[in-house]
């Protein structure tokens, strides 16, 4: 079974400031995937990032990053420059390309502050 | 935006009753989910489908039953409604290969009185 767990119901950052969203996991599984999904108050749920577990180089997408220690099994979101339209609920998910579906970790609702 | 709709968005109904929720996208994708979520938590995998003519329980038991007749359909129908049904439900649809990333619908709010 695989587990993916999000330590932080609840964060929030100062707009133009930098958070970091923490995200462990559990699998036995050598090849799978991770992304991260951001899902905004009442639309819908979109992904943000995503990170190949046989990569080694973190994946970036503008002001979004993530740093992936796959020994440690953590796969952590940085936003930079924090932006008000950044305020929604974080999932962090891992995809086993064996079970062929993915689990979800229980989220992070992320408040930005003018 | 993806195209993957879900009818109605918000849907009150009275115990007893049976209800379909209806997810479609016009993506071409086979595979395609249901996934329960209450206001601000996690989401809980209910029922997935591989393609046309296949269903799979997910990881959440859950009293209701889908259909998988067309690619671009996958409703979600419960038979007899109940309080405890209420919740959020969300569909999703991913593409055959690159199925890990999956793309969601705007979600079915549904109140069960």
């Known amino acids: 079974a695989q587990t993916v767990t999000q330590s932080q119901p609840e964060m929030s950052v100062q707009e133009a400031e930098t958070v970091t969203l923490s995200c462990t996991y559990d699998?036995?599984?050598?090849?799978?995937?991770l992304f991260w999904y951001k899902q905004p108050p009442s639309r819908q749920m979109i992904l943000v990032i995503r990170?190949?577990?046989?990569?080694?180089q973190n994946a970036t997408e503008n002001r979004f990053s993530v740093n992936f220690q796959k020994a440690a099994k953590s796969f952590s979101l940085k936003i930079s420059d924090s932006q008000l339209g950044d305020a929604a609920m974080y999932f962090c998910a891992l995809a086993d390309t064996n079970a062929g579906k993915s689990t979800f970790g229980d989220g992070t609702t992320l408040t930005v502050k003018p | 935006e993806a195209d993957i709709y879900q009818t109605p968005r918000y849907l009150v109904i009275g115990t007893g009753k049976k209800i379909t929720l209806e997810c479609s996208q016009t993506m071409g994708h086979d595979k395609m989910y249901w996934y329960q979520q209450d206001p601000g938590m996690e989401l809980h995998l209910i029922h997935y489908s591989y393609g046309v003519n296949s269903t799979e329980k997910g990881d959440l038991s859950s009293e209701s039953t889908v259909s998988r007749i067309r690619t671009e359909h996958f409703p979600l129908t419960l038979e007899s409604a109940r309080p405890s049904h209420t919740s959020q439900y969300l569909c999703a649809s991913s593409e055959t290969i690159r199925w890990e990333t999956q793309y969601f619908g705007p979600g079915t709010r549904l109140l069960v009185l």
């Open positions: 699998t036995s599984e050598s090849d799978y995937y």
């Open positions: 990170q190949e577990a046989y990569k080694q």
